[in-house]
DNA sequence: CTTATTAAGATACGACCGGATCTTAATTAC
DNA sequence: GTAATTAAGATCCGGTCGTATCTTAATAAG
């Protein structure tokens, strides 16, 4: 005891007195934690001081599980969010399962809530590093399910079956563009448009 | 003298003494300073202070004429790129014209240096304030020259006059969308697939 | 059970932010 | 020329960042 001689310690912060949690306990107390900020401040008024002292603990801790603000909200959006993405639409119509698809994505970014996609969207573009080790995730999320679909609508025989990659991945190509540039979801107007008046012509036999 | 005891002041940082800057002068050296420090450091790098001790002053000296680093950096590339937009592409073919426009596009990228468009993009996605300041200029960057180039392949006969805004602006969009996800400028490939396989086709009589 | 290892949590560091205050040059008005 | 106004530049503030260090619980190893 050499540096303490004050009887009255600063109050340990975290409730049991002198519990210390571990493990996954301690990272579902800090991933909570992180949520409940994220919901209570918003993504650009969360900073990892907050989220720590939510939690009960310092910010060390959680610099030590994860590397940033970005990647604390990510962990904790997918903890709390099931990120039900696989259904791929199949409506029985190219038309049908694209617009289902966009709208898909846009409920997407409705429920994420977009002033945290856009933070996030912030920090990644600031930061090549980080940018690098999720691009190919953003990049390839058209990519799998259109695939799936023009197959089935080849076979249809509503599109051709030699559609270019990038035709392919027009719609949500725009679609995010759309996201990018406007900073709000593309209205249903645009999504027809999307569909009927740029897509489809392009993929007819 | 109540705060100062000491006989050695901290070395005023400004060149010339006591002479104290004004007006044009002071402002054009923070830029000169702000364009130093940007191709010395790179825009993730710069900071508010850095440029300040570069210029030979404080902060608060930059903050009263910038609201922060995005703007002071635009307005350094402001003053020291002529900017010459203005030009729309006329060779006489629209698939000239489009390819034209978009090279130009790739050209004006690389001068100003991809970290550089990287790291602005990044503070507007953060600050949704910033974003709205600037949303129109750059989403208006094709819808112009789109539109020229357009009429002009329209009176000879090369596309339809009816060209949807989206249509029109399909290029442009989808060379940013390029360059929003891959970081970094599209190939010529890509460029060329954009007008041949996407555009013309939809924009033929 | 005792000892060694791990890592939680506290604390301190230097950097930068954005703003506020204060003194004092530089400028303008009279 | 003198006085009033403006704003440059220094300084301080509280806040956050990301890192490093230290103590000491919690756990694992023997």
């Given amino acids: 005891m050499t540096r303490s001689p004050e009887p ?3 109050q340990p912060r975290h409730s049991g007195g002198k519990t ?9 107390a800090l991933i909570d934690a992180a949520w409940d ?8 008024s969360l900073t990892m001081e907050a989220v720590a002292a939510r939690a009960g603990t310092s910010r060390a801790v959680l ?3 994860w590397r940033g603000r970005p990647e604390l909200v990510i962990a904790a959006m997918r903890r709390h969010r099931p990120m039900l993405s696989g259904e791929v639409p199949d409506t029985g119509s ?3 399962d694209v617009l289902a698809l966009l709208h898909q994505m846009s409920g997407r970014l409705a ?5 945290t996609v856009y933070g996030l969207l912030g920090d990644y573009f600031a930061d090549a590093e980080l940018f690098s ?7 390839q999320i058209g990519t799998g399910v259109m695939a799936t679909i023009l197959k089935r609508a080849a076979d249809r025989g509503e599109a051709r ?3 270019s990659s990038m035709i392919a991945t027009l719609p949500t190509d725009l679609f995010r563009h759309q996201i990018f540039l406007a900073r709000t979801p593309p209205s249903e107007r645009v999504i027809v448009e999307i569909v009927d008046d740029v897509f489809l012509p392009l993929t007819r036999p």
């Fill in 161 to 163: 079956h030699d559609i």
């Fill in 63 to 65: 610099y030590r599980r």
């Fill in 20 to 28: 210390r949690r571990r493990g996954a306990a301690l990272e579902t």
């Fill in 94 to 96: 190219l038309r049908g």
């Fill in 133 to 139: 080790r999720i691009q190919d995730q953003v990049l």
């Fill in 111 to 115: 429920e994420t809530g977009p002033e």
């Fill in 8 to 10: 009255l310690q600063p």
């Fill in 37 to 44: 900020e994220l919901q209570a401040a918003g993504y650009a």
